[in-house]
């Protein structure tokens, strides 16, 4: 099995920073893409960031001018830094990725982690 484990939750003022980790470990063959979901509270999840294994990146537009996703594919590891950090940011972030099993076999499987909060307030 693939476990997906995140860390970097914070408790962080308007304007603060956060660097959240996801490490991914179990049978994994390769990872295409990683991804950052986030939740709040009485909402839908929604993409935050994703990047796949060639380092090309996306981003929400809410967060695209101060955050940056990146990875390390040798340790199939993704992470978000996160600047300027608003009230509106709270949430439990989610890590995703679409995990190849199998050399032999090319699809890919849905994986997510336990999730880690982040909260913004003065």
């Known amino acids: 099995q693939v476990q997906l484990i995140e860390s970097g939750g914070v408790l962080e003022h308007p304007g603060g920073s956060l660097r959240l980790v996801c490490a991914a470990s179990g049978r994994i063959f390769s990872i295409h893409t990683m991804a950052w979901y986030r939740q709040a509270p009485g909402k839908q999840r929604e993409l935050v960031a994703a990047i796949t294994s060639a380092g090309s990146a996306n981003y929400a537009d809410s967060v695209k001018d101060r955050s940056t996703i990146s990875r390390d594919n040798a340790k199939n590891a993704v992470y978000m830094q996160m600047n300027s950090l608003k009230p509106e940011d709270t949430a439990v972030y989610y890590c995703?990725?679409?995990?190849?099993?199998?050399?032999?076999?090319?699809?890919?499987?849905?994986?997510w982690g336990q999730g880690t909060q982040v909260t913004v307030s003065s």
């Open positions: 995703n990725a679409g995990v190849r099993l199998y050399r032999w076999n090319r699809n890919e499987y849905d994986y």
